[in-house]
Every structure is written in structure tokens, then in C-alpha cells.
């Protein structure tokens, strides 16, 4: 119902101009609206809507894509007014209703919020039914709060998230054991909490002078996560600072965590504008929400909405343990707007700042990387191992990054030991196994071993075209080049606009005799663009000369015989 109710809104953006429009003379902020909207260009768009909605447009159409446009910008005013307008002139919109449900919750007016969702329902039975909770929990009524929640766990699914936000408000009250039965799962079994419920139940558990259940509880999760807020509970709690109940203090946080519970369940699974509109909900209601503030800025940034998402991250405080994680994202913000010297510049500042966190030094390697900058970007790898206290298996990661980063290098050596390292702590993992497989081949050396790898690393992605590249450029360097056509076919079907992948086929098809598809192969991968002007220089000479003769030119480097040791 809500992706329908999405589409048709998105939809109305394309179609005919409305008569009113047209005979107020009103076409070209319209069509500009319209356009701006379409491309998620919401500042662009509210402009438009502005300059209509002060002419007295009075279009439903045009009403409910204000209301849309200026709700995604987290403008809850305007996006009530124009909700009201919507329904002066009789009509009904799920938006608009959604608009003035958020306006009311922020004005503290739960009555006019409850006959919203008395009337119709306004955001489907999950988020309405955890506002009605919280709502309830405003009249100092435990019992009523408990047959909210309770009423809403009776709802295949929705139990958990129920139960949790139930111990939120236990703890909100006071009633802490309350709040620690269910966190625990002593009282309704075993809960699935994310890194803001441990936070909370570490919290209640100090509250309780519970403070070595509560690292123990923070030290579990820190050896799974890279949360730094659960990092910095733990190491504050270790300096014996006085660490209290802070998470929801008031109803209108737990109003902003029912809205970002929902917003984090959307996020990748649906429209990213209707998730965009449940973030920015949470934050009007609760502006230091700071992970509905990351989370926003990450659904701008894949909406290529770029200023707006780095205006959000600006709002972190500098303070806040979170704020470096922000300014990872606002770094990767930048860098996907193509500001690569800016987006360097703030992860460059953060690792004078934050020197011992690992996770800075991580993705200052990861950008330098994605610029091709692999000998800086080895280096920051290098740091961010240097500070593993305790290996586990999720630090394969760090040593295949740098493992990439040195074979970038031309070292090898190191290049492969990382490699066996990453598959040491992530046995068969297929990424690792691929790369580290395609090495081998490139080197000439370990062949069988090579074979092997790549293999098991196309079992485990028989649907990723580069995986099946490598697979079928071993065969064809072991001098089988029949057994190489068919998986090295399959690999351009997978990945048809890779030059790279095109231009092998193109080796392939040339030693079996299809030499004048070998050549439309070559001429493909040239259209293509490789990667490199070498890459373009030897295409270019095997379409002038043939490959025997490049190989030739190059002292034999295709099919080899080589030692297996």
C-alpha cells in the first residue's frame, strides 16, 4: 500500500499540466516543479512550490507534491500548511495526513494527533500503533502503556520491535527492572537488539548499579561492531564517569525512535523517499537524533543530493561520539559529488584528531584507494592494522584492502601474504579468493592453486561476471582454450560494459580461429573505454597485427607453462 500510494505520488509529477495552472498563466514554475521533483532536486522543487502556493494554486495534484517535497526537506510547517490547503478544498492524501500527524506531534498536540489516527489511520499499523504507545506514555498511565504495546505485539512481526519500545518507556519512567526483564529477554525471550538497544540496555543496567553487566554487555558488542557511541559508553564507564538513563528522556524521543525504527526498516527496501520522510520526522521531533541525522544524509547522498546531506552532517556536534562517524559520511558525501581534495582533507583531519580509531584509519584508506592513491592508501591500512588489540574474523577486511593496495604497488610478496591472511580469518570468502586467484595467474606462478581458488570463488557467485572472468583467464593462460570460451562468454553476458572483460573474450575467441569476432570484441572494449591509455595502445596494435603477433612483441605473454611452486 505505501510503495502504491509512493508511486502515484512520484507519478503525478509527469503528467499533463493541470487546468488551473494553465489559466493562471503558472506553466513554467509548475513544469520546473515538476522536473525538479521527478529528480529529487527537493530545494530547486520547494522553490517552485513556493511561488505557486503563493499565487493560491489550489490543484490537489500540485498540493500533495508540495506536501512531499517540503516534508522530504524536513520543512514541517510548510508541509502542514500545504497539507491543510489540500484538505480545505476536500481531499484526502495519505501524505498530507502523514504531514499533519508530524506537525501535531511536534506541537505536543496529541490530541489532534490521535483523531488523525482515530479517523483513518495515517503511516500503517507498525508506526501508527507505536505513536498511539508513546502517546500514552505522556499521561503517566503504566498500565495503558503497557496494553498499547501489548496491543500492538499481538501483530505477527511487530512483537519485538513492540516489546522494545516498551522497555523504553519502562526506563523512561523510572522502572528500570521493567525496562532490563525485556532488554534481557527474560520477560517475552530472546530480543534482537541493534546498537542503539544495547545502548539503552547498558544504560538501564548502570541505572540498576549493574556497571560490570553492563561492559560485559558493551564489551560483547564492541567486539562485533564499529559503533562509536557503544565504544565510547564503554570507555566511559571504565573512567567511572557517572553514566545515566539519557537515551529517552522525554515522549517525544520515543516519538522520534518509533519514527526512525521505521525509517531504519525501509532503509534499501523501499522507495528511499518515503524512508527520507520518516528520518526527517524523527528529526523534527528529536533534533540531536543523530543517527536519524546520518541516516537522512545517507538517503541524500544516494539521491545525489549532495549539498543538502552535507548541510545535515554539519548539524553533528563536534562533541558528540558520533561525530566522527558522521564526518566519515560527510567525506563519502564528498567524494561521490566529485570534491575528491575536500573529501581527503576531512578524513586527513580526523586522523590527527581521532589517531586510535581504527575505523578513521579504515576508510582514509578506503578513499585514497577508490582515487588511486594505493601507496597512501597502504599506509593508512597499515595504521588501522596496527591498532587490532584483539584479532577477530572481521578484520579480514583490512588486510585484503591493503593486500589490493600493495599488489597496486608491484609488492607481491606482501600483496599475497595479506591475501592468505583475509582467508586465514575468511576461509573461502569469494572476493578474496578471486583476487588473490587472478594474482597468481598474473604472476605466473601456483597455477593449480590459482585454478582452485577461482573456482570455489565461482561456486560460491556463479552470477558475478568478474569472478567468471578470472576463471576463464586461467584456463585460457593454462593453454585450455576451448574449456575458456564459454565461461569467458558468460562473463561479458554478465558484465557486458566492462573493456576489460570484453578484451579478454575478444584473446579468447582469437586462439580458437574466430579471429573476425575476436576483432569486434577488441573493437567493443575500445568503445568501452579501458582503464588505461597502455590498455588502449595494445587493443589498438592487436586489431592493426593480430594477438600472436602482440604476444610475440611481448616475449610470449599469453598462454604459459610456468612453475607451480
Not at 509548475?30 to 513556493?50: E, K, M, Q, V
Not at 594505493?374 to 584479532?391: G, K, N, T, W
Amino acid at each position: 500500500m505505501i510503495r502504491s500510494l509512493l508511486l502515484s505520488a512520484t507519478l503525478s509529477l509527469s503528467v499533463t499540466l493541470p487546468q488551473i495552472a494553465q489559466a493562471q498563466g503558472l506553466a513554467g514554475p509548475y513544469l520546473a516543479a515538476r522536473i525538479a521533483g521527478y529528480s529529487n532536486d527537493y530545494a530547486a522543487a520547494a522553490n517552485y512550490y513556493n511561488q505557486l502556493l503563493a499565487r493560491g494554486v489550489s490543484s490537489p495534484r500540485i498540493l500533495e507534491n508540495a506536501v512531499v517535497i517540503y516534508a522530504a526537506l524536513g520543512n514541517v510547517d510548510r508541509a502542514a500548511q500545504a497539507a491543510e490547503a489540500l484538505e480545505a478544498g476536500g481531499f484526502q492524501s495519505q501524505f498530507a495526513d502523514g504531514a499533519k500527524l508530524v506537525s501535531a506531534l511536534t506541537k505536543g498536540d496529541y490530541d489532534e494527533a490521535l483523531g488523525l489516527l482515530d479517523e483513518r489511520g495515517v503511516s500503517g499499523a507498525l508506526l501508527d500503533g507505536l505513536i498511539r504507545a508513546w502517546i500514552t506514555a505522556a499521561d503517566d498511565d503504566p498500565e495503558g502503556v503497557a496494553e498499547a504495546f501489548d496491543a500492538l505485539a499481538q501483530t505477527a512481526g511487530f512483537a519485538p520491535l513492540a516489546r522494545i519500545h516498551h522497555a523504553y518507556a519502562l526506563a523512561m519512567a523510572g522502572d528500570f527492572e521493567g525496562a532490563d526483564d525485556i532488554l534481557s529477554g527474560r520477560a517475552h525471550g530472546t530480543l534482537n537488539l541493534t546498537t542503539r538497544g544495547i545502548e539503552a540496555h547498558a544504560q538501564v543496567l548502570m541505572e540498576l548499579g549493574r556497571d560490570a553487566d553492563a561492559t560485559e554487555l558493551l564489551a560483547r558488542a564492541n567486539g562485533a561492531t564499529n559503533s562509536p557511541v557503544l565504544q565510547s559508553l564503554a570507555e566511559r564507564i571504565e573512567a567511572g564517569d557517572d553514566v545515566g538513563w539519557s537515551f529517552i528522556t522525554q515522549v517525544p524521543d520515543g516519538l522520534a525512535e518509533a519514527y526512525f525504527t521505521l525509517a531504519a526498516i525501509f532503509a534499501g527496501e523501499t522507495s528511499s523517499t518515503f524512508t527520507l520522510l520518516s528520518a526527517r520526522a524523527a528529526n523534527a521531533l528529536r533534533p540531536d537524533h543523530l543517527d536519524a541525522l546520518v541516516l537522512t544524509a545517507e538517503l541524500l547522498e544516494e539521491q545525489d543530493r549532495f549539498t543538502l546531506a552535507n548541510d545535515v552532517l554539519n548539524r553533528v556536534p563536534r562533541d558528540h561520539p558520533s561525530f566522527f562517524g558522521a564526518e566519515i559520511t560527510r567525506a563519502g558525501v564528498l567524494l561521490s559529488a566529485g570534491k575528491d581534495d575536500a573529501s581527503v582533507e576531512v578524513l586527513s583531519a580526523l586522523t590527527k584528531t581521532n589517531p586510535d580509531r581504527q575505523v578513521v584509519w579504515s576508510a582514509f584508506g578506503d578513499t585514497l584507494r577508490r582515487l588511486d592513491r594505493f601507496q597512501e592508501s597502504s599506509v593508512a591500512y597499515e595504521r588501522a592494522i596496527d591498532l587490532i588489540e584483539e584479532e577477530s574474523d572481521r578484520d579480514w577486511y583490512l588486510y585484503y584492502v591493503r593486500g589490493i593496495t600493495y599488489e597496486r604497488t608491484d609488492r607481491w610478496a606482501l600483496a599475497e601474504a595479506d591475501f592468505r591472511k583475509a582467508l586465514e580469518l575468511n576461509p573461502d570468502h569469494p572476493q578474496v579468493l578471486n583476487y588473490l586467484g587472478y594474482g597468481l595467474v598474473e604472476k605466473r606462478i601456483k597455477l593449480d592453486e590459482a585454478l582452485d581458488m577461482i573456482e570455489r570463488a565461482v561456486e560460491a557467485r556463479p552470477e558475478d561476471g568478474y569472478i567468471t572472468d578470472s576463471l576463464a583467464w586461467v584456463l585460457y593462460r593454462l593453454g585450455r582454450f576451448e574449456e575458456a570460451v564459454e565461461p569467458m562468454e558468460r562473463a561479458v553476458d554478465l558484465a557486458p560494459l566492462d573493456p576489460t572483460i570484453n578484451d579478454h573474450l575478444g584473446d579468447v575467441l582469437w586462439v580458437v580461429g574466430r579471429k573476425r569476432e575476436a576483432e569486434f570484441q577488441w573493437h567493443r572494449a575500445l568503445s568501452l573505454e579501458p582503464e588505461t591509455e597502455e590498455d588502449v595502445k595494445r587493443i589498438r596494435r592487436k586489431l592493426e597485427v593480430g594477438l600472436d603477433v602482440v604476444l610475440e612483441e611481448e616475449g610470449g605473454v599469453g598462454p604459459i607453462e610456468a612453475a607451480q611452486d
